[in-house]
Antibody, heavy 118, light 109 residues
């Protein structure tokens, strides 16, 4: 049973860079896209972007230019960086997995609350 | 990209049936599979329906999914409502981006 464990800084100031990492245990990186999804307080889910083992990425067009997703296959980890954060980026950030060719997110991390405040 | 529109909330008594709609704004609902997720307070979402009408193992058969091309919408039906079904439910599909609906709060009276 794959498990996703995520970590990163929880409090940022405006204009700083959000950085989160998700570690994968109990399964392979191969054959999947590894995703980041966020949820602002009291709001719905927003897809951020994804990466596969080869480093191929897809991003939400609304965040393009600020977001980078990367993968470290040796550590079985993938990471999210979001530049120039504002209060609007305050959210719970989840990592999640989907099988390539399918669009169901079948495993999720526990979520990290990231707060942007001066 | 398209938008998925869900009702903000639905409520019903235990044992009854609720149906949540998810209407696609443009393009055919049948063109891309729809998933449904349940999210309880403080928790991560979990899949209750994938690929329009498929139930993951462990999800009770009280949960069912369907699509209706005439209304360009997907639906999640929960029958025999139980208190533990009280949660937020999100539909999800994909096009140029992954798209989530705004979520529906299900209240068991």
């Amino acid at each position: 049973q794959v498990q996703l464990q995520q970590w990163g800084a929880g409090l940022l100031k405006p204009s700083e860079t959000l950085s989160l990492t998700c570690g994968v245990s109990g399964g392979s990186l191969t054959g999947y896209y590894w995703n980041w999804i966020r949820q602002a307080p009291g709001k719905g889910l927003e897809w951020i972007g994804e990466i596969n083992q080869s480093g191929s990425t897809n991003y939400n067009a609304s965040l393009m230019g600020r977001v980078t997703v990367s993968v470290d296959t040796s550590k079985k980890q993938f990471s999210l960086k979001l530049n120039s954060v504002t209060a609007a980026d305050t959210a719970v950030y989840y990592c999640a997995r989907r099988l390539i060719g399918h669009w169901r997110f079948d495993s999720w991390g526990q979520g990290n609350l990231v707060t942007v405040s001066s | 990209n398209f938008i998925l529109t869900q009702p903000h909330s639905v409520s019903e008594s235990p044992g009854k049936t609720v149906t949540i709609s998810c209407t696609r704004s443009s393009g055919s609902i049948a063109h891309n599979f729809v998933q449904w997720y349940q999210q309880r307070p403080g928790g991560a979402p979990t899949t209750v329906i994938f690929e329009d009408d498929q139930r993951p193992s462990g999800v009770p058969d009280r949960f069912s999914g369907s699509i209706d091309s005439s209304s360009n919408s997907a639906s999640l039906t929960i029958s025999g409502l139980k208190p533990e079904d009280e949660a937020d439910y999100y539909c999800q599909s994909y096009g140029d981006n992954v798209v989530f609906g705004g979520g529906t709060k299900v209240t068991v009276l």
